[in-house]
Antibody
Framework: QVQLQESGPGLVKSSETLSLTCTVS??????????WGWIRQSPGKGLEWIASIYNSETIYYNPSLKSRVTTSIDTSKNQFSLRLSSVTAADTAVYFC????????????WGQGTLVSVSS | DMQMTQSPSSLSASVGDRVSITCRSS??????VNWYQEKPGKAPKLLIYAASSLQRGVPSRFSGRGSGTDFTLTISSLQPEDFATYYC?????????FGQGTKLEV
């Protein structure tokens, strides 16, 4: 059974960089045939896809966030990471990591989510 | 960006009811639609992928249909554990986008 777990600071100061890591257990992240993605949900709002990574050469970003987002993968630790720079209050959200296939890209395994608040 | 318009935004129903939620995309997206159920404090759960394929382990009372621009999630006989928020999700084009959600209430 694949499990994902987000980790990182729950509070980030405005204008600084948000950094989160997702640790995958129950399966290898390396050449698994799956993408590993980040999705967020602002308080009381809907879901927003941020980015997906297959390997260091195959990465997709949401254009609305692309200038501020970086995602990377560390196969030695079975982890992937998210960095979002120059955060504002609008970036306060629950951040989820998840897995999806390359076909229909259905998000079949999710982390529990972690709330990141941006303070001024 | 591909817009996914879900309706209704909220729905009142009772145990045993048959309910349907619709999602309309701003352009044709073949069958690149997935459906999720979300409960408070929990991650969304995949119910249906590729518009009509039931995810493993999901009860058969859930079904999906549609192609092109119009998609429907149907719950044939509501159970108490089905009261939640439901989202459609298109993966036809980047950025992947979600509908705004439908809250299913008693």
């Amino acid at each position: 059974q694949v499990q994902l777990q987000e980790s990182g600071p729950g509070l980030v100061k405005s204008s600084e960089t948000l950094s989160l890591t997702c640790t995958v257990s129950g399966g290898s992240i390396n050449n698994s045939g799956y993408f590993w993605g980040w999705i967020r949900q602002s308080p009381g709002k809907g879901l927003e896809w941020i980015a997906s990574i297959y390997n260091s050469e195959t990465i997709y970003y949401n254009p609305s966030l692309k200038s501020r987002v970086t995602t990377s993968i560390d196969t030695s630790k079975n982890q992937f990471s998210l960095r979002l720079s120059s955060v504002t209050a609008a970036d306060t959200a629950v951040y989820f990591c998840a897995r999806h296939s390359s076909g229909y890209a259905a998000l079949d395994y999710w982390g529990q989510g972690t709330l990141v608040s941006v303070s001024s | 960006d591909m817009q996914m318009t879900q309706s209704p935004s909220s729905l009142s129903a009772s145990v045993g009811d048959r309910v349907s939620i619709t999602c309309r995309s701003s352009q044709s997206i073949s069958t690149y639609v997935n459906w999720y159920q979300e409960k408070p404090g929990k991650a969304p759960k995949l119910l249906i992928y590729a518009a009509s394929s039931l995810q493993r382990g999901v009860p058969s009372r859930f079904s999906g249909r549609g192609s092109g621009t119009d998609f429907t999630l149907t719950i044939s006989s509501l159970q108490p554990e089905d009261f939640a928020t439901y989202y459609c999700h298109q993966t036809y084009s980047i950025p992947y986008t979600f509908g705004q959600g439908t809250k299913l209430e008693v």
